[in-house]
């Protein structure tokens, strides 16, 4: 029996230490120590040995457990001292090495001037309001002075969801809406995405426009003017030269047009702007009396004027983009040049 344990205790040991990874040596202990393991089975058969002997032989058995136990928790710390040692190597930083640098994100064209837009309004005393983009035939035409059949309609190529609803062909019907639920004297200003069924390189069905409406006492075409002249000086810069020509809308009267300095060209004239130096930037003017009392204002007190710049077209020009499509495209080669 005695030279029987020394054997477990040489064959275990030599064993033990052939172990090289965590999962062997578990093994190893369950073959030796486990419930049917070499060693657990001579102690659990004690009683087959001579009484005189159980003494020392229960000490000899206990002293190989005991020895086995520590050899196994020696090797174990080891395996994981070594384990870890070569984790860290693997997973060593070279702090030497270059580094992959940190992505920069940018806002895109459209918001970045539609930002800049904004902020010039709201400094002269706007409110920015936003309203909805699929609305009735009655906020985008009929409110603002285009009846059903009107030949005005043909301007605007509409896209319609029943006979009575559409998404709106203009931020105009903004102006209704603010009519509806603002008391005068307000100054609005609407930001939001418009659609038409036009499709080429300079045109997109879904495009965007601002709407900027201001209702008051005495107020007409000259203060109009002026509010514009600045606003193109402030986006554009102060050399940029302003157009005027007459033009038609249903809701204004007079109704004009708005041409600046071609920035494209800076006013030399090129194939944008047909040789012109100008191009045409919105269409504005005094709000119809009739538009304002359709929406419930008294046109003997208050007078009003708008105007709907589309926004597409100057980033277009301004940044040198050839087709609208790529605004709307998330395409991250165009937008990184973007920035
Ligand atoms: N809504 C008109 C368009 O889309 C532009 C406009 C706005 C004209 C405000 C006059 C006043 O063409």
Do not use: W
């Amino acid at each position: 029996m005695k030279e029987k344990l020394e054997q477990i205790l040489k064959d275990a040991q030599c064993e033990i230490e052939k172990c090289d990874d965590v999962k062997t040596l578990d093994e190893v202990r369950v073959k030796f120590l486990g419930k049917q393991g070499e060693l657990t089975s001579i102690l659990r058969n004690m009683k087959e040995v001579p009484p005189e002997e159980r003494k020392t032989v229960g000490m000899l058995a206990n002293g190989v457990r005991e020895k086995l136990e520590d050899a196994i928790s020696k090797k174990s710390e080891k395996l994981e001292e070594e384990t870890l040692l070569k984790a860290m190597e693997k997973e060593k930083i070279d702090i030497t090495m270059p580094s992959k640098g940190v992505k920069r994100g940018a806002l895109h064209p459209l918001t970045r001037f539609n930002n800049k837009f904004m902020d010039i309004c709201v400094e002269m005393g706007f409110t920015v309001i936003q309203g909805p983009e699929i609305d009735t035939d009655y906020y985008n035409f009929e409110a603002l002075n285009v009846p059903k059949n009107h030949p005005a309609r043909d301007m605007q190529d509409s896209l319609y969801i029943t006979d009575n609803i559409l998404l709106r062909t203009q931020t105009s019907n903004m102006q209704v809406h603010a009519m509806e639920e603002l008391k005068p004297p307000f100054k609005i200003v609407c930001p939001g995405r418009v659609y038409r069924n036009d499709d080429d390189s300079s045109h997109s069905p879904i495009f965007n426009q601002f709407e900027a409406l201001v209702v008051d006492e005495n107020v007409g075409l000259k203060d109009l003017m002026k509010m514009i002249d600045v606003i193109l000086k402030k986006l554009f810069g102060e050399n940029v030269k302003m157009r005027v020509r007459p033009a038609y809308f249903p809701f204004t009267e007079p109704s004009i047009e708005i041409d600046a300095t071609c920035q494209m060209c800076q006013g030399k004239g090129c194939s944008l702007c047909k040789g012109t130096g100008f191009s045409e930037v919105f269409g504005a003017g005094v709000v119809n009396p009739k538009v304002l009392e359709m929406s419930g204002i008294d046109s003997k007190k208050y007078s009003g004027f708008a105007f709907g710049p589309g926004i597409d077209r100057s980033v277009m020009v301004t940044n040198k983009i050839p087709n609208i499509k790529y605004l709307f495209r998330n395409d991250m080669r165009f937008l990184k040049q973007m920035r």
